[in-house]
């Protein structure tokens, strides 16, 4: 069946799993109590996208609604023809438990793709270039929200910024939305950001965080979909080899992670309405401490996800084939 949006799934399960007397907002809470644990059960049909990653550096970080990479090809041209290969991916600083790093601080190429744990930004600022930082809309909006804060504490080198004092004042970290086209720090000598937080009131509707180049036009991206209360950022971040920075395209084949469901528009990924009515249950027992019930309901969620999954599949199952008379494939066994 299609994948359904929060109210597709409010529709059909409100009156069958929700609290008693639930209202949507209240059936909205509970899907987000639930559908987390459900994502990371596994990998589940419509929980793995494509996504293509292009970067001058020896970093790089993941989408926001990405939750680790499963696979990746490289190529370490891509401004020529395709000669994408393979990619190894390790695991939290795997070079460092064996070798450390190599002189000029990279990831030796050996090591493939290695998990560099989080990061505040998605883009790292340009060593020796200062920067102010820059609060815009989200296309297709032309202004941002009429009301909510973003927090930001930068440093410049030399200090740390105050995250309540107002962006117009020197080394000010909040910003004020109030409808405006955008707004900037006064700032122009910011080096880096340790922590980016949206207010206690969440916005009316996304926004993202830009490093603006002092002296220049050119940007980089400092954060993106920001909207959720209280949210801080934290971005997947892996390393590889780029000795000569070169412009490096990786294809990564990634996990979606969950994101918390804030709009009736928003999209339920996992497909399966038997398996999320089961999670909302299991959810429900839990917090009645009937854990024999829970136990139920999360066991059957798992198996209506694999049975999905295997359906999904189709002719491609693995199989197995036994061969008595020594055929196997097109290779004859002569022994």
Known sequence: ?????????????????????????????ELNLALPRLYNMG??????????????????????????????????????TDHSYPRV???QFHDYRLTGRDDDDDTLAAYGIVDDGYSATVEEPVA???YSLKLQPISPATTIPASGKVHVTFSDGTGISSP????????????NCGGQASLTTSTTSITSISEIRVGTDELSAPVKLTWEETGSSASLVAATDLRQANQVTRYRRYRISNDNSDTMQIRAL?????????????????????????AMLGNTADENADLERA?????????????QLDSYRGA?????????DGIGGAIPNVM
């Open 1 to 29: 069946m299609a994948t359904l949006t929060v109210q597709g799934v409010e529709d059909a399960l409100l009156e069958v799993c929700g609290s008693r007397g639930a209202n949507s907002a209240q059936f909205l809470k």
């Open 43 to 80: 990998m589940w049909r419509d929980l793995l996208f494509e996504h293509v990653i292009t970067t001058s550096g020896s970093t790089f970080t993941i989408p926001d609604d990405a939750e680790s990479i499963i696979s990746a090809v490289v190529d370490t041209d891509s401004t020529s």
């Open 89 to 91: 991916i390790r695991s």
């Open 128 to 130: 020796g270039k200062t």
């Open 164 to 175: 309540t004092a107002d962006h117009s004042v020197s080394m000010g970290g909040r910003f």
């Open 254 to 278: 990634l996990k979606r992670k969950f994101k918390k469901l804030l709009d009736t528009t928003d999209v339920v990924y996992v497909s399966s309405l038997n398996a999320i009515k089961h």
């Open 295 to 307: 136990n139920y309901h999360w066991a059957i969620c798992r198996s209506l996800l694999e049975e």
């Open 316 to 324: 491609a199952k693995p199989a197995v084939h036994f061969a008595p």
